[in-house]
Structure formats: structure tokens, C-alpha cells
């Protein structure tokens, strides 16, 4: 829990508690013992006060007064999809809620620290306007948002942390307790390997208390080996179960909207691909890294990560092969297909070692796959491919394609 996170290096949050259960959600709110209190929806994604659940309820941020509402509204949200405008039309489970303490609040504020590429380090992003989308207020008064690097050598210092604070309008006590929180968040960013902390919206409470009410983090994937505590939080009902299972396999999958998958070697690759089948008026629906040693086995297991996806009419394979083998791809190519009895086009392209070999494994498996040697080309085949089968599939007609 983020709000763990925050408080145990030394940064105010409003006391609340997690439950799983409906009946768990009632003891919470009866031990915060206070009367004002908050249930929120735990899921990764935005935009919850605005979403709605399956369940009929709207909203996944809401204000109760008692432990009996408190168990009635987790009743609504536990073990029900929420929708909002992050989650997409298949929506996020909610498995568990936050009841919270409601704090009084006289002014929100928006305070994110990120990594960012073009300053080659850390930037802080903060705005006076919080509370709100922050992307709407970049948007419509862009002068609002307050950017400040930091240098990673140096860090935060207590000068730069006033500074901001004065620039988004903090004023006595509230100033020197606002530095103070940026620094400690801050520090936690560097301690913690975080790539985002975003708080929205930090608050002055009524009592002039600067507390972070909301917030999202994220951490990079490389410092798993050392923040095994940070890591054990982590929710695979939250994810992509696609990415979930590519990972087992030690594959990278991104889940896109389009219709054609796209099986590659390297990011760079994987860029390239998808530029170029955009450039044919095609869109890729999801593209698959597979690295640079991949087994058969690990090939065969891509194969059912792309094709488990509904949308996708048609799949391109790209392989540059350097330290992977075209052969290996090959064969991975062969048992997928064979194993998935696979319905969609397959367009193949393989370059590189053993580029002969895994062309030859290709010709003699006798199964309907369409080599291609020249990249745009094979871009070019996998779109017009791609139409025809999204067509037969609206009518409800099973089209088998293969090579005149």
C-alpha cells in the first residue's frame, strides 16, 4: 500500500485501513472510530470517483458515516469490475477497499516526481491545481504546472524545496511543513528505485496539516532484487494477465488496439514493425519481445499470449537473428501452430543466423505460413491479410488462407 509506504518515512497521510471482505470493511471503520470516513476502491487505475462497477454502483471513492454503510458500499465494490475511463471496456477487479479518515480540506494541490528522459534525471511536476486531472489542467492553463529538476547528485535541497512551495502558494507554518514533505518524498523516490510518485491531491488540512491523500507509485522493474519488500506488494489481478504469463516465460508483452500481432527481437525492432504497419494502414493489437535467446518452447508460448487475444485477425512475425537463431524461431513458429491449430494469417519475415535452416524447417512443416524476406513487403501482406479475415469474421465466415 502506498499510504504504508508513505508513512513510514515520516510523511502525513490520513489513518485508514485495508479490507477484503465486507464484514473486514465494518470492523476497519468501527476501530478508525471516527464518524467521517472514506471507501475507496483499490485498483490500478484513474479516474475511480467517476467510475462505475458492474455491480450497479457508481463512484469508487465515496464518503460514509458509519461501519454498517461502510460494509454495504464494500459489498457493492468487492469481487466486482470497476470501469473508468483508465481501465478500458474490460474494466479492473476490485479485490479489496481502503477505508479511510475524511480530513478537511482548505486548499488540493498536485505534487509527481518522475524520470524524465530530456533533463537526464528526476523532475518534480507540481501544481497549485490538484485534485483534479492534471492532464486537463496542462491542457487548459498550462501556466498552472510548476516544473523543477533535480539534480540526482545533489538532490532536494531545502532552498529549492521552500522555493517550490512559495511558487504554489503555501504560507506560513504550511510552507515549511510542504518542503518538508517534498524532501522526505523525495528521498523515498531514490530509496525505494522509484520511477513516479504522484500524489493527487496533496492537501493543507483545515488545521493546516500538509497531508498526501492519494497517491500512485511506480518502480523499476530492474531493482527487484533489492526492494523484495516493495515487490511483495505487487497485485497480478491488477495487470494484463497476458503480461502476467509473457513474464513467466521471461517475454515482453504490450497489449495494444489494433488487429495485427507482432511477434519481434528488440524494442528497436519492435518500433520499427509497427511503424511500418501503420505506414500500410494496418494497426498492431499487440507486439511480443522474445529477446535475444529464446527456446522453441518460449516461442510456442508467445504464439498463445498473441492469439489469445480476440481481436487479432492476422500475426507477423519479424526476426532479426544475431544472437537468436532463426532455426529455433522456426521450429517455436511450427509447434505453436501445430499445438494452436492457429486460424489466424501468418505472415513470417527471418533474417539473420541459421536464417536457411529455419526457412527450410518452414517449407517442409507443410503448414500454411507466408514467408516473406523483404520486411515491407511482408507489412504490406499482413494488413491486406488482416482485412480479409476481420471481414470473414463479421459475417461469421471461417476463411483459410494459403499461397497460390
Not at 464484514?23 to 484513474?46: H, P, R, T, W, Y
Not at 500454411?368 to 499482413?382: E, H, N, T, W
Request: proline share 3%; with cysteine.
Amino acid at each position: 500500500m502506498s499510504a504504508n509506504l508513505l508513512s513510514e518515512a515520516g510523511i502525513k497521510v490520513p489513518q485508514g485501513i485495508v479490507a477484503s471482505s465486507a464484514e473486514e470493511a465494518f470492523q476497519a471503520a468501527k476501530k478508525l472510530g471516527v464518524s467521517d470516513l472514506v471507501i475507496k476502491a483499490q485498483v490500478l487505475a484513474g479516474g475511480r470517483g467517476k467510475g462505475h462497477f458492474d455491480s450497479g454502483l457508481n463512484g469508487g471513492v465515496k464518503t460514509i458515516y458509519s461501519p454498517e454503510e461502510a460494509r454495504d458500499l464494500a459489498s457493492k465494490m468487492l469481487g466486482h469490475k470497476i470501469f473508468t475511463k483508465q481501465t478500458g471496456a474490460s474494466g479492473k477487479d476490485c479485490n479489496k477497499v481502503f477505508i479511510v479518515e475524511r480530513k478537511y480540506v482548505r486548499r488540493e494541490y498536485y505534487f509527481a516526481i518522475l524520470m524524465d528522459r530530456a533533463m537526464q534525471g528526476p523532475v518534480i511536476v507540481a501544481s497549485s491545481q490538484g485534485g483534479v486531472d492534471i492532464e486537463s489542467v496542462a491542457a487548459e492553463n498550462p501556466e498552472a504546472i510548476v516544473k523543477l529538476p533535480v539534480d540526482i547528485k545533489k538532490g532536494l535541497s531545502l532552498e529549492s524545496a521552500q522555493g517550490l512551495a512559495d511558487k504554489l502558494g503555501f504560507v506560513g507554518n504550511a510552507r515549511e511543513e510542504a518542503a518538508d514533505t517534498f524532501i522526505k518524498l523525495y528521498k523515498l523516490f531514490l530509496a525505494k528505485d522509484a520511477t513516479q510518485i504522484e500524489i493527487n491531491p496533496l492537501v493543507e488540512t483545515s488545521d493546516h496539516q500538509v497531508m498526501c491523500m492519494d497517491a500512485k507509485f511506480g518502480f523499476d522493474d530492474n531493482a527487484n532484487f533489492r526492494q523484495k519488500d516493495v515487490f511483495s506488494l505487487r497485485d497480478p489481478t491488477q495487470e494484463d494477465p497476458r503480461e502476467v504469463q509473457a513474464e513467466k516465460w521471461n517475454l515482453n508483452y504490450i497489449g495494444l488496439d489494433g488487429q495485427i500481432g507482432c511477434l519481434v527481437n528488440g524494442a528497436g525492432l519492435a518500433m520499427s514493425t509497427m511503424d511500418i504497419i501503420k505506414l500500410h494502414g494496418g494497426a498492431p493489437a499487440n507486439f511480443l519481445d522474445v529477446g535475444g535467446s529464446a527456446t522453441a518452447k518460449q516461442i510456442c508460448e508467445a504464439f498463445k499470449i498473441i492469439s489469445s487475444d480476440a481481436g487479432v485477425s492476422a500475426a507477423l512475425v519479424n526476426i532479426f537473428g544475431g544472437i537468436m537463431r532463426c532455426d529455433v524461431v522456426a521450429q517455436g513458429i511450427i509447434d505453436a501452430v501445430k499445438e494452436l491449430d492457429l486460424k489466424i494469417p501468418l505472415v513470417v519475415r527471418l533474417q539473420g543466423t541459421n536464417v536457411d535452416e529455419g526457412k527450410k524447417l518452414i517449407n517442409e512443416s507443410g503448414i500454411a505460413i507466408f514467408p516473406c524476406d523483404d520486411l515491407d513487403k511482408a507489412a504490406d501482406l499482413v494488413v491486406k491479410l488482416s482485412d480479409i479475415t476481420s471481414l470473414a469474421q463479421k459475417v461469421g465466415v471461417h476463411a483459410k488462407l494459403s499461397l497460390a
